[in-house]
Structure formats: structure tokens, C-alpha cells
């Protein structure tokens, strides 16, 4: 994706410049709308103009452990409603080597990255060896338990550091750790 110029209601926005004090009230005043509701719409367009394009997308898995990793050909990204969560995301994509798309749904404390491209880096898959008393068997444990918020610490930080050294190009956010939260939607802060 090249320079990105959104138009949202009379407003000519970059994707840089995510929502500021200033632009949240004259949305909320002048549209009507809540500032999750306006961050929405704005994922939405930069996720229009991204279907089709290759992406990264990182997650805990269900057992709440390592930060999962999957590279693929977006189709669609959402924010709708699941059984209690108001803002569940989810996104359906084509993965590598696949030819059906499949979807991938977050709700409690969601862990939801996707960035723009291919060829990001793998995270540590949480594993150390343990010694065996029988010879020639491997055997590895994790380094911490299921629902360990050391988990998403840890893929934070790698990943913020990552994005911050490389200028990767974040697609959406739907991480805990950026404020965002099932119940209230996305919260944003003007970038640096």
C-alpha cells in the first residue's frame, strides 16, 4: 500500500495519524457518533484498501499461551457483536500454502495484531527443554502457565520493538496492551 488518504465525512485523514483530542470531538460533535464508532469506520476503510494484500496476523491461541503467528491474503477484517462482547474481532484470511479462508475470532482480553505484509518475525514459542531420565527422548515444558499475562507481555514488547525498529506498517490493533477492550471497542492515541 502506497500514502493512504481517507476522506471521513469532510475530514482527509492519514493512517498515521490516528485519532487525536481534537479530531474525536469535532467527530463527536459534528457526526454523531461515539469515538469507538469513528475508529471503526476508519479500520474499516484502511481494511478495504488492504483486502487482497498479504498479511501478518498475531494472536494467543486458545489456551492463552504463545503468540501465534499466521501469514496469508486478507479478505475481511470486523468488529460486530459476540455472545456477551460487544467489539469481538475477527479476520477471515486465505493462509499460506491454503486455499480456503478461514477465520480466526478473539474475544476475552483479545490479542489482535495485523500487519501488512509478509516475512515478520516468528515469536518464541514458550517452550524450554527439560531433562529426560530416559535417554533419547526430548522433552519441553512451557515457561509459564496457561492465561499467564507474561505471555502477552512478552509478545508485546517483542512486537512494539519490532514495529517501532522496522516501520512495519500496522493494518489493525486490536491488542489489550493499545487500550482496545471487548466491552468499550478501540481507543487510540495519536501516533508520535
Not at 57 to 81: A, C, H, P, T, W
Not at 88 to 117: A, C, D, H, N, W
Request: proline share 5%; charged share 25%; glycine share 8%.
Amino acid at each position: 500500500m502506497e500514502s493512504l488518504r481517507i476522506e471521513y465525512r469532510g475530514f482527509v485523514i492519514v493512517p498515521s495519524d490516528r485519532l487525536d483530542g481534537w479530531f474525536m470531538t469535532e467527530c463527536l460533535t459534528m457526526c454523531g457518533q461515539t469515538v469507538a464508532e469513528v475508529q471503526h469506520d476508519l479500520d474499516s476503510m484502511l481494511v478495504d484498501q488492504a483486502k487482497g494484500q498479504k498479511v501478518t496476523y498475531y494472536f494467543q491461541g486458545d489456551f492463552g499461551m504463545s503468540i501465534n503467528k499466521v501469514e496469508g491474503k486478507l479478505v475481511d477484517i470486523e468488529l460486530r457483536k459476540w455472545a456477551q462482547y460487544r467489539y469481538s474481532p475477527s479476520i477471515k484470511m486465505i493462509p499460506k500454502r491454503k486455499r480456503l479462508v478461514r477465520e480466526y475470532r478473539q474475544t476475552y482480553k483479545p490479542f489482535f495484531l495485523v500487519l501488512e505484509g509478509h516475512g515478520h518475525p516468528d515469536l518464541d514459542d514458550g517452550y524450554v527443554p527439560v531433562k529426560s531420565s530416559v535417554p533419547g527422548v526430548q522433552v519441553k515444558k512451557s515457561k509459564y502457565s496457561s492465561f499467564d499475562p507474561r505471555w502477552k507481555e512478552e509478545g508485546t514488547s517483542v512486537l512494539d520493538q519490532y514495529i517501532q525498529e522496522s516501520g512495519a506498517k500496522i493494518i489493525v490493533d486490536y491488542r489489550e496492551s493499545s487500550g482496545f477492550t471487548t466491552h468499550s471497542g478501540p481507543v487510540y492515541h495519536k501516533a508520535a
